[in-house]
């Protein structure tokens, strides 16, 4: 079994700074990508921000510049440093990687459960 746990949402005023964190868990072998994706509502989920194992990242154009993604890949983790927030960052933000277990042997998607990020004054 493979989890992935995120922490770090909650209400911020514009301008406002958030840190969204991602843990993933399990019988891993190997992750070769972990990001994170956004929903809101009535919206489509998008990429927000996605970083490799081997360092590489992209990013949704219109967070470019305030959001950064970071990973640490002894520990499983990725992080979301969000800066500036703009009442159209509000959403859901789940994270995803691309996880080897043990028990598949193979490349899978795997989830988070999600956490809201509200900026709003």
């Known amino acids: 079994q493979v989890q992935l746990v995120e922490s770090g949402g909650g209400l911020v005023q514009p301008g406002g700074s958030l840190r969204l964190s991602c843990a993933a868990s399990g019988s891993i072998i190997v992750i070769n990508a972990m990001g994170w994706y956004r929903q809101a509502p009535g919206k489509e989920r998008e990429l927000v921000a996605r970083i490799t194992r081997d360092g590489r990242t992209n990013y949704l154009d219109s967070v470019k510049g305030r959001f950064t993604v970071s990973s640490d890949n002894d520990k499983n983790t990725v992080h979301l440093q969000m800066n500036s927030l703009k009442p159209d960052d509000t959403a859901v933000y789940y994270c995803?990687?691309?996880?080897?277990?043990?028990?598949?042997?193979?490349?899978?998607?795997?989830w988070g459960q999600g956490t809201q990020v509200t900026v709003s004054s």
């Open positions: 995803n990687a691309g996880i080897m277990s043990s028990t598949r042997l193979q490349f899978d998607d795997y």
